[in-house]
């Protein structure tokens, strides 16, 4: 769209000049990557190639490495084939934890959104079968970063694997494999500028993973299927091009003008979230009175492109479970949109953004009644 403003990285990252490249070129070879001839040969040193960078990037051995269909089906992976029957996983999981089990165990969190560590212990000390932990390294809703770490600490005590989707971190934030100590972790290429269809899910020693999708023993016999070279060049270059912390350092400062430019509004906005640590890129801001659908499709109309929440439900808008699991009452959790910046933003993009959000607080909000409602951000 020509002249319109993206602000929705944690959907989707506009693809990478790199990404592209890489998939346009690979689209005009031939091989399958399990073929022995030159063809196959060629092929699979492409996609070795593409290995070894997102295991650079996620602090991993390349061995380690699973290429998947993308994070959902990374996540399902880790669930379903971990052999682990109990699965634990925090209130605040993407759909694809979430409905990857017919029962897990669901930890609540506090009204940051933080998981609620007590009760991760407690539950893990219960008598039951040896459980795998499932929690997010930051959330695609509110940016709100998990305490990995302790999360690792209190399942190692109870003989708990533990399992991290990191869809949302690279770029962001660091984001290591062999640092954060987990079991399994998930990367999606499309949430750091790569391709769409095309995930991974890195596997420790400890998981003795059995394929969920069964044929001809790809990946190491852990996801059967013809690999997709083209997508994993792309997946790959997306993961060279991701870089150090520089790029999170200037998100930082865009996020915090935007939203120190909209607490100066009178009165001001509710900043979602601002009471824990979160993603440099991330501001989930509610117009209470005002629906989220109105306020995506108003801004829109305004040439500025933002989620009402997570944008995984095939184009609907729904009431978020992220948030009414935070406990926010349904004035704030049903007027929540959520604006991601990315390698793409600009500063004029974030001032474009706050002229068309306040325009819109004054002709359709209720701002006179509105308080904020959640505790200032920590230092």
């Not at 998947?68 to 669930?79: D, K, P, V």
């Not at 003008?257 to 979230?273: D, I, K, Y």
């Not at 944008?311 to 949109?337: D, F, N, T, W, Y």
């Not at 002709?363 to 904020?372: A, I, Q, S």
Request: proline content about 5%.
């Amino acid at each position: 769209m020509n002249g319109a403003v993206y602000l929705d990285h944690n959907a989707t990252a506009p693809v990478r000049p790199e990404a592209i490249k890489a998939v346009t070129r690979t689209l005009s070879m031939v091989g399958n990557p399990s073929s022995v001839h030159g063809f196959g040969r060629a092929a699979h040193r492409l996609m070795d190639d593409a290995r070894e960078q997102v295991a650079a990037l996620a602090g991993a051995a390349p061995e380690d490495v699973v290429f998947t269909g993308g994070g959902s089906e990374a996540n399902n992976l880790a669930i379903g084939g971990c052999g682990r029957r109990r699965i634990v996983v925090s209130a605040v999981e993407h759909p694809s934890i979430l409905n990857a089990d017919a029962a897990p165990e669901v930890v609540p969190v506090d009204g940051d959104g933080v998981i609620d560590l007590d009760d991760l212990d407690s539950r893990l000390a219960r008598e039951g079968a040896p459980a795998l932990v499932s929690v997010m390294l930051a959330n695609n809703e509110t940016g709100t970063i998990q305490p990995v770490a302790d999360v690792v600490e209190a399942a190692r005590r109870h003989g708990a694997l533990v399992h991290c989707d990191a869809a949302q971190a690279p770029g962001k934030m660091a984001c290591s494999f062999s640092g954060l100590g987990v079991d399994m972790l998930t990367l999606s290429a499309h949430k750091m500028g790569g391709p769409q269809g095309i995930g991974a899910l890195i596997v420790g020693a400890a998981v003795a993973l059995k394929a969920v999708t069964r044929g001809g023993g790809q990946e190491r016999g852990r996801r059967a299927g013809t690999e997709s070279v083209p997508l994993i060049a792309g997946f790959g270059a997306a993961a060279r091009a991701v870089g150090g912390g520089e790029e999170s350092q200037r998100l930082a400062r865009l996020r915090d003008g935007l939203e120190a430019r909209l607490s100066r509004l009178t009165p001001p906005p509710v900043l979602v979230g601002r009471g824990a640590p979160r993603l440099p890129n991330t501001s989930c801001i509610a117009m209470p009175g005002v629906a989220s659908e109105t306020q995506v499709m108003a801004l829109d109309l305004a040439g500025v492109a933002v989620s009402a929440g997570a944008a995984c439900s095939s184009g609907k808008v729904r009431p978020s479970h992220v948030l009414r699991a935070m406990g926010l009452g349904e004035s704030v959790a049903g007027s929540a949109i959520r604006v991601s910046l990315g390698w793409t933003t600009t500063e004029a993009d974030v001032e474009r953004f706050v002229a068309a959000w306040a325009g819109i607080d004054k002709r359709l909000g209720n701002g006179g009644e509105r308080r904020v409602l959640v505790a200032p951000a920590k230092a």
